[in-house]
């Protein structure tokens, strides 16, 4: 670290006299490490994307990047962590669609409100979720499944917590499919996906990066997209809303990153380019886009008015499908 200082003294003949010691330039930011909270376990889309783009972040900035996971209550434990955090940017989270557009307005009382506490960064990504099966399911394509479905075979559904896009995707084929499904809220993808692999539970919707490891591994299989248009990764893989009828089945999820609110501007906006710069870079690009994201190098305001229609939009599902929180 370098500290900017200015001391003047100067002596007299008659006496010594200093002169008074003048305040410290502000040291430029940053000039100590950054810790960028991720909001659920390990091995989820936000984990991994918050990895990738806080280690190029860290070469950017010449600065260290600490990846926190502070995971539980639909990740909204970590999101609070940072909402009550100094507003320098020196704490971030690496925020996903649950705590910041479902969470605050299905749970009872999650302590913050992400329109009023949170200052929003930059957007790294969108993605779809994948309907993912255990590889020893009887289902091989996703017709096979919705004929189960809709013979009202009673299936478990896991979830990376409760108030997630998963979540809502499972509680939106309950509601149009009449289904006798059970919800199994996890902390987490990670932990999600190893008893999906297990065949704990019978189908989950992950974020497609998070996903893609254990399929191409043989340990579950990819059935379909939760997004009205197909991935541009993955043509082949239907959507759910071709293969049920439900035309407004669309849960994607998206990562982005967050400050307390009250963050410095300038701060702020260093950041924002910073990030915009690594997600646009060539060899990130090309290594998120493998991963399943659509990237977008949004400014502060486009990111802000991203986040309120996505707030509006899950607000209007819940509503209309009476979703109560467990």
């Not at 990047?65 to 989270?93: Q, S």
């Not at 996903?96 to 749970?107: G, K, L, R, S």
């Not at 849960?251 to 924002?272: C, I, Y």
């Not at 060539?282 to 309120?308: C, H």
Request: hydrophobic share 45%; glycine share 8%.
């Amino acid at each position: 670290m370098r500290i900017i200082s200015s001391v003047i003294a100067a002596a007299t003949i008659a006496a010594a006299f200093v002169v008074p010691t003048l305040p410290a330039w502000p040291q430029a930011y940053p000039s100590r490490p950054i810790h960028l909270i991720v909001n659920f376990a390990p091995g989820g889309a936000g984990d991994i994307l918050g990895r990738i783009i806080g280690g190029q972040l860290a070469i950017e900035l010449h600065q260290s990047v600490v990846v926190e996971n502070h995971a539980g209550a639909g990740g909204t434990i970590g999101a609070r962590d940072v909402v009550n955090a100094a507003p320098d940017g020196y704490t971030l989270t690496v925020a996903q669609t649950p705590e910041i557009a479902i969470n605050p307005y299905f749970m009872k009382d999650v302590g913050y409100d992400p329109r009023k506490d949170l200052q929003p960064v930059a957007l790294a990504g969108v993605m779809p979720l994948v309907l993912a099966v255990p590889a020893k399911s009887p289902y091989t394509n996703v017709a096979q499944w919705v004929a189960a479905l809709r013979a009202s075979k009673a299936m478990t559904f896991a979830s990376a917590g409760v108030g997630t896009p998963g979540h809502l995707a499972g509680e939106m084929l309950r509601l149009k499919l009449d289904n006798k499904l059970v919800h199994v809220p996890y902390k987490g993808a990670g932990p999600a996906l190893n008893d999906l692999a297990a065949g704990q539970v019978d189908f989950y919707f992950p974020a497609y990066p998070s996903a893609v490891p254990l399929a191409q591994g043989g340990k579950i299989r990819l059935l379909a997209v939760s997004t009205v248009k197909r991935s541009t990764v993955s043509p082949d893989i239907p959507t759910v809303a071709e293969a049920t009828g439900i035309s407004n089945f669309d849960f994607p999820l998206w990562v982005g990153f967050f400050g307390p609110h009250g963050m410095p501007m300038d701060v702020t906006q260093k950041l924002n380019a910073a990030i915009n710069k690594i997600i646009l870079e060539p060899a990130i690009n090309a290594r998120l886009k493998a991963i399943g994201p659509e990237i977008s190098a949004l400014s502060i305001d486009q990111f802000a008015s991203f986040v309120r229609t996505d707030i509006a939009k899950y607000r209007e599902i819940i509503k209309e499908g009476n979703l109560k929180p467990e």
